[in-house]
């Protein structure tokens, strides 16, 4: 007997309310997609194109195959391959969204192939498995003109993509980040006037008119000659159309595969902070190195049988990966604020068997968009590891104790493993005055409203392991 969702019971996508194909949703933990009745002979052709069987022998796009059952409004349900783990752009490092930039390019190069191109190109479109990009949208895909080597989608890859590579590759990841943050991209003429201070000297609405036209212009052989005549009445309309019939109008080729090289040389400047090389020495060029510390972790999380983690402060990911190389967890996410330990991690992984999530994230002070589902729904895993970081928050940033716990709790469905530093900034040699009040006990006071204490274990001079199991009423409050 096959199961058959009743509309009430699916979880449909917040994520997916302007497709004019279809709605994404979630039931019983798989993911589907419902299409609309006028859309589904678009979808079919899709299908059953070369263009979707090349995309998934590639590893592109998700394996999807067609639901055995309807919903009432749709005329066919698919569904998809589901990944674990959902970062959104802007939780990208530099190197994974250079990665997913080459991937809508690639996208689109096969798809001219059977006369497709994507509509548009924005990072939602993409999803990580891991560390490998997949396009997921398959209500993207249009049919385009015999001979149309533009791509409408053009200008979206350059404010979305291009743009903040470039920023970011000049230094200017606070920006870069920021820009994939809302559905607002950044303009062509603020980039124009960002990257030649020439164009600085012209007011914007008019260059904003000039860009237009230039704009409009690229895409007309995307139009039939018929087209054209009726928008450009006359003369001018007559030569466009003639033109573009000869395929002699200028301006209209998007070279995806110089797009390629184009992308492919950015580089992101050199940088060292102050955590950037932080896990250095817990790796060499064959494996990841384990330390007395990271043996007891593991042993607990044997143990306690856990399946999935989120690593929290994570740095270059080495735990993670020693996690999901020795225990029975299968699931890791590695969350750090620092972009070139996690561009670290995200090369690292790619030559790994054992691949955790790179998330590019600052899980006390996060980046928010105005879509989608926060990060600590979207990431809680059955326990939560910070190591070597409430004393950076506590002392150095001064986020109020109960405010850390609270976050950390909401990132767990289970357990935590949190270390408290007794020596509180201790560098190795020497330790800053600590105020009155932070000492072991004061830790284990707040530590236990929010969680149920299960060892207390002195690992290091300065590393005392807090391993608890998650209070049901500790609750997340924090923005």
């Known amino acids: 007997m096959t199961l058959k969702p009743d509309i009430q019971e699916v979880q449909f996508s917040s994520l997916s309310v302007i497709d004019s194909v279809g709605k994404v949703f979630v039931w019983r933990d798989r993911l589907f997609r419902a299409i609309y009745h006028d859309a589904v002979s678009k979808i079919r052709a899709v299908l059953d194109s070369g263009l ?38 802007y939780e990208w490092s530099f190197l994974m969204l250079k990665d997913a930039a080459l991937l809508a390019l690639k996208v689109n190069i096969i798809a001219r192939k059977y006369g497709y191109e994507t509509k548009d190109c924005h990072g939602l479109n993409v999803i990580f498995d891991g560390v490998t ?10 049919k385009i003109r015999d001979g149309y080597m533009g791509w409408h989608a053009f200008e979206e890859f350059l404010q979305f993509y291009y743009y903040p590579l470039r920023l970011w590759a000049h230094g200017n990841g606070y920006v870069a980040r920021r820009m994939l943050l809302g559905s607002k991209l950044m303009p062509h003429v603020s980039f124009l006037k960002y990257k030649n ?32 005549k009726a928008k450009f009445p006359g003369i001018v309309g007559r030569l466009l159309a003639t033109l573009v019939s000869l395929r002699l109008l200028p301006l209209q080729d998007v070279n995806l595969d ?62 993670s990966r020693l996690l999901l190389q020795r225990t029975k967890v299968n699931r890791a996410v590695c969350i750090d604020s620092d972009e070139d330990a996690v561009d670290k991690l995200y090369v690292s992984a790619k030559s790994n068997t054992a691949v ?10 996060p980046l928010v968009a105005h879509y989608g589902t926060p990060a600590h729904t979207r990431f809680q895993s059955d326990a939560v590891v910070a190591m070597a970081i409430t004393h950076h928050l506590i002392l150095g940033a001064g986020v109020p104790i109960e405010r850390v716990f609270e976050t950390i709790a909401s990132y767990s469905r289970r357990y935590v493993f949190i270390e408290f530093m007794p020596l509180g900034l201790y560098d190795g040699k020497r330790s800053p005055p600590l105020p009155s009040w932070y000492h072991q006990d004061f830790f284990r006071e707040n530590f236990c409203a929010h969680f149920s204490l299960l060892l207390e274990e002195q690992l290091e001079e300065n590393r005392v392991l807090f391993f608890g199991s998650k209070l049901e009423n500790s609750v997340h409050h924090a923005a």
């Open 133 to 142: 990009p997949k396009f997921v949208d398959l209500g993207s895909f249009v």
């Open 258 to 319: 110089m797009w390629t090289r184009k992308i492919e040389h950015l580089q992101k400047k050199a940088n060292k902070t102050l955590w950037s090389e932080y896990q250095d020495n817990y790796r060499n060029a064959r494996e990841d190195l384990s330390t007395p510390r990271f043996e007891r972790l593991i042993h607990l999380f044997a143990e306690h049988q856990i399946s999935s983690v989120v690593e929290l402060a994570a740095n270059q990911g080495v735990f």
């Open 356 to 365: 955790p999530a790179p998330v590019l994230l600052d899980f006390i002070f």
């Open 197 to 228: 201070p020439f164009y600085r000297i012209f007011r914007s609405d008019w260059l904003e008119r000039i860009v237009y036209y230039y704009y409009r212009f690229r895409s007309l052989s995307g139009f039939s000659p018929a087209d054209i």
């Open 52 to 89: 979707f069987e090349e995309l998934t022998a590639n590893g592109l796009f998700p394996k999807t195959w067609i639901a055995d059952f309807s919903l009432p409004g749709f005329g066919m349900v698919l569904e998809h391959q589901r990944y674990s783990t959902v970062a959104y752009p």
